[in-house]
């Protein structure tokens, strides 16, 4: 409701504010592969305004992406991120938000024939928010404007030859968001999206000629949020999304609450979501079949859930069941020539086939002691990848297996921590991942693949060396486990890494 794009929903992030006084934090960390962090952050609050300033500087030697070799693909990333907040008086506050990264990144060719094995992209990014709040009690409005940067330049090796990619995005969005509280029980909330999205791309496609594309989209959305009765508590919202290519679209989400006694709650969700094709959808390749037929893709989504807490065994328990499906997914197939027109084929358009996805999710939190926690969580998926099991073409080697790509069927994520003492606590955190379904490269003609199950062991520890000091290490992957997360891209072996941190 709160986004568009928002298919099965969305991640809301509140940037770090300046804590009351004058505060500064250096951490300094080293691990494995060559991995070296630093960090420097700056934060204050007195009287009518806080700000908060932070650098990172991040490298490492990595590993090699593929598994088809072991030279190491370097990484690198220097990042600065300040923001600002001044109280004008008890009605009007300003917030300045700014984010700025610098990274460089090796990365293997996929075909193994297809030698040197030197790609690299050189990237830029930045963004900005300003925003201004008006906070008169009841009424509460902030605008916000929104500007984001990228610059990625690419540079792809390919025998004697490097064929160098740019491409420069930039998203502009004003928005609107208000609340008004009726009473302690009912509140709407609403709000005003305007974007433009933009890129200009200088690639093969292109004959390496710089081209300029741009989409908009403008949306409005009201969610009403009430208590009907002392232990019910119930959303309705609606959303319409326009979108200049491809038309207008109204989405819709209700959700309740039900607390039978304060140990337990009864939970459900009901609601839709669209997707509009992406600026690489549209533009990439020139290869559309027609641009303005191109649907966005559409989800709807039901859960139903109950938290449960034993306060005599110190347990929390919750159980969630789930449904989520969506059509019109948007993708290019290699028998798809729009007529002849693209003789090469892979020409994008919409399937008509549906993804499906249900299961069930189960976590606890026990604490048989003060000083010790255990929780455990599994989830269970069946998938369905219509998109590619259905339509257009599930040519032989394609859909392996009906699981949607990537996804497994089951997974364990479960940790125990335990506080030795006042200053030391360690954890130990283990993961399950069962088989997946993967789509091959050029390297196994472009068959589907399975990627085999495996099972990760990390371990934690943490030392309070003084109200300033802090020092924690990890140990990830103590197994060493040779998995797989995408297909021949091999996931990091056993790493271990230290950080100190001081307080002033």
Not at 46 to 51: G, I, L, S, V, W
Not at 176 to 201: C, P
Not at 220 to 233: A, G, H, I, M
Not at 428 to 447: C, F, P, Q, T, W
Request: charged share 25%; hydrophobic share 30%.
């Amino acid at each position: 409701l709160y986004g568009s794009g928002a298919l099965a929903g969305t991640v809301n992030i509140f940037s770090k504010k300046g804590r009351d006084g004058h505060n500064k934090n250096i951490g300094v960390s080293t691990g494995s592969r060559g991995t070296k962090n630093l960090n420097i952050s700056f934060d204050g609050k007195q009287e009518n305004y806080d700000y908060f300033l932070e650098f990172t500087n991040f490298s490492t030697d990595g590993q090699s992406s593929m598994i088809d070799n072991d030279e190491s693909d370097r990484y690198r990333n220097d990042s600065i991120t300040a923001n600002m907040g001044y109280n004008i008086n008890d009605v009007f506050r300003v917030e300045n938000y700014l984010r700025y990264s610098d990274y460089f990144l090796e990365y293997d060719e996929v075909d193994a024939d297809n030698l040197p094995d030197d790609n690299n992209t050189d990237d830029q990014e930045a963004s900005y928010s300003g925003r201004l709040i008006i906070d008169n009690g009841n009424l509460k409005n902030t605008l916000f404007y929104n500007k984001t940067i990228f610059q990625r330049n690419v540079n792809n090796y390919s025998g004697a030859s490097i064929l160098k990619d740019n491409f420069k995005s930039e998203r502009n969005a004003i928005n609107l968001l208000g609340e008004y509280n009726f009473n302690l029980n009912t509140k709407i909330v609403y709000g005003l999206d305007n974007e433009s999205d933009q890129v200009n791309m200088n690639t093969y496609y292109t004959d390496y000629k710089y081209i300029t594309k741009k989409e908009k989209i403008y949306s409005q959305y009201v969610d009403l949020q009430l208590r009907p009765t002392e232990k019910l508590f119930s959303t309705i919202g609606f959303r319409l999304d326009t979108h200049q290519r491809a038309g207008t679209y109204e989405t819709a989400r209700a959700t309740f609450a039900y607390k039978t006694d304060n140990n337990t709650k009864l939970r459900s969700t009901l609601g839709t979501g669209v997707r509009f094709a992406s600026l690489d959808a549209y533009h990439y390749e020139e290869s559309v079949m027609d641009k303005s037929s191109l649907k966005p893709e559409e989800s709807k989504s039901f859960d139903i859930g109950i938290d449960k807490l034993f306060t005599k065994y110190n347990l929390d328990l919750s159980a969630t069941l789930f449904y989520l499906e969506y059509v019109n997914h948007i993708v290019d197939w290699k028998g798809n020539t729009d007529g002849g027109k693209q003789t090469e084929g892979y020409v994008v358009d919409n399937t008509n086939a549906k993804v499906k996805s249900k299961g069930v999710e189960i976590a606890s939190s026990w604490n048989p002691k003060s000083d010790l926690n255990i929780k455990f969580g599994y989830a269970f998926t069946d998938s369905y990848a219509g998109d590619v099991c259905d339509d257009p073409e599930p040519a032989a080697g394609v859909c392996l297996d009906e699981q949607t790509l990537r996804v497994p069927q089951h997974s364990i994520n479960s940790s125990i921590n335990k506080k030795i003492t006042e200053k030391t606590d360690v954890s130990m955190l283990l993961k399950y991942v069962s088989e997946r379904r993967d789509i091959g490269n050029a390297n196994n003609s472009y068959l589907d693949v399975i990627l085999s199950d495996y099972t990760t062991l990390d371990l934690l520890g943490n030392y309070k060396i003084s109200d300033n000091y802090n020092l924690n290490f990890s140990l990830t992957n103590f197994l060493d486990e040779d998995y797989q997360e995408a297909y021949q891209y091999g996931a990091p072996g056993r790493s271990f890494n230290f950080n100190l941190r001081k307080s002033f």
